[in-house]
């Protein structure tokens, strides 16, 4: 079992930013991709950014050049660099990773809210 513990969300006015951390219980080497996730109200969850094993990236088109995700040197967190934020960025987010048997595992969510 994957324990995936978020932390750092809160509220910020627009332009501002927030980093967010994702704990997770094993290297995230051991881990075919970690990334985030966000849902607003009366949407449907969606990627915002994906870290590979290989440490490629991936990033939704409403985020890229705004926000950054990385590893630690230890490989156990997962961090999501927030800048230039804006009201349309509010939402839940959500730590995701699939492990290489394509098992999924997800976080609590924390909330962030950005107020214009």
Not at 6 to 33: D, H, N
Not at 84 to 103: G, H, I, M, Q
């Amino acid at each position: 079992q994957v324990q995936l513990v978020e932390s750092g969300g809160g509220l910020v006015q627009a332009g501002g930013s927030l980093r967010l951390s994702c704990a997770a219980s094993g290297t995230i080497s051991s881990f075919k991709t970690m990334g985030w996730y966000r849902q607003a109200p009366g949407k449907q969850r969606e990627l915002v950014a994906v870290l590979t094993s290989g440490g490629s990236t991936t990033y939704a088109d409403s985020v890229k050049g705004r926000f950054t995700i990385s590893e630690d040197n230890a490989k156990t967190t997962v961090t999501l660099q927030m800048n230039s934020l804006k009201p349309e960025d509010t939402a839940v987010y959500y730590c995701n990773c699939f492990t290489w048997a394509r098992v999924g595992f997800w976080g609590k969510g924390t909330q962030v809210t950005v107020s214009s």
